[in-house]
């Protein structure tokens, strides 16, 4: 198998499973979350830039380490969480700079996802269809804790536990998505598409499955531009991306 069909494979699912999350995600007003996260994984690229091994596997334990941060400062503290994000982050992105290879530095910042392999795809496939199982299994639960937790625990839902399974899932897109648009740009692949859903969606499921198809309709133009042009895919995917967004401005309520 070629690797561009494979890079389209592993774009098509990522940005599904991105957008979907990011629908979740505009709901609770947390959509910009995923960039200071992205943000994070700049150490472990940098140290798989050093020593060879592939950028996402890199960047999982440090956006994990974050999420893990944020959750117990957001518990020890009752500061939002973007505020708690926004701490950690910064200190990530420091340390980062401090060994990140100059030369290499392009990757890191917006990604290579043509250069994905037969392991890097099958990961990228099944971690995406994770992801999507999660939010919808936990979507109500997430939705009504955000509203009210109070109403949630008397509904015997476990606010802190679906917190933390939450971050997760942004952990997981953030290390996938680093791949994809580097980590600078992780936040578009969440918000946009599922902004632009927003502005055409008449129903949940129209928002939800619109935001889905957007970020794979992005994800892959923007894999074929990248190769018909040899310019990096990720700022094109998130190019396309603002596009559709866009055209749905006027439909827009």
């Keep these: 198998m070629s690797a561009f069909l494979l890079s389209l494979i592993s774009a098509a699912f990522i940005g599904a499973a991105a957008a979907y999350l990011g629908s979740l995600m ?42 893990v941060l944020i959750w117990l400062i957001e518990m020890k503290t009752k500061l939002p969480m973007e ?35 037969v392991a890097d795809t099958v990961l990228s496939v099944v971690a995406s269809l994770a992801i999507i199982t999660t939010v919808k299994l936990t979507h109500k639960k997430l939705i009504l804790g955000n509203i009210s937790e109070d109403l949630a625990a008397s509904e015997r839902i476990n606010v802190k536990r679906y917190n933390l399974i939450y971050l997760f899932m942004i952990a997981v897109i953030v290390a996938l998505g680093v791949k994809m648009v580097g980590g600078l740009l992780t936040a578009a692949l969440v918000a946009i598409p599922a902004a632009a859903a927003r502005n055409v969606g008449r129903s949940l499921q129209q928002y939800t499955l619109g935001a889905m198809a957007i970020g794979i309709a992005s994800a892959v133009i923007g894999v074929v531009l990248s190769h018909a042009t040899g310019w990096p895919a990720g700022p094109l995917i998130v190019l396309m991306s603002t596009a559709i967004f866009l055209v749905t401005l006027p439909f827009a309520r």
């Design 83 to 117: 505020a708690v994000t926004a701490v950690v982050f910064a200190s990530g992105v420091a340390i980062a700079f401090l060994f990140l290879p100059i030369a290499q530095a392009e990757a890191a910042l917006v990604g290579d996802i043509t250069k994905a392999g």
């Design 26 to 67: 505009l709901s609770r007003r947390m959509a910009l979350v995923a960039g200071p996260l992205g943000h994070l994984t700049l150490p472990g690229i940098a140290l798989a830039l050093i020593w060879g091994f592939d950028v996402s596997l890199g960047a999982f334990p440090f956006v994990i380490l974050g999420v």
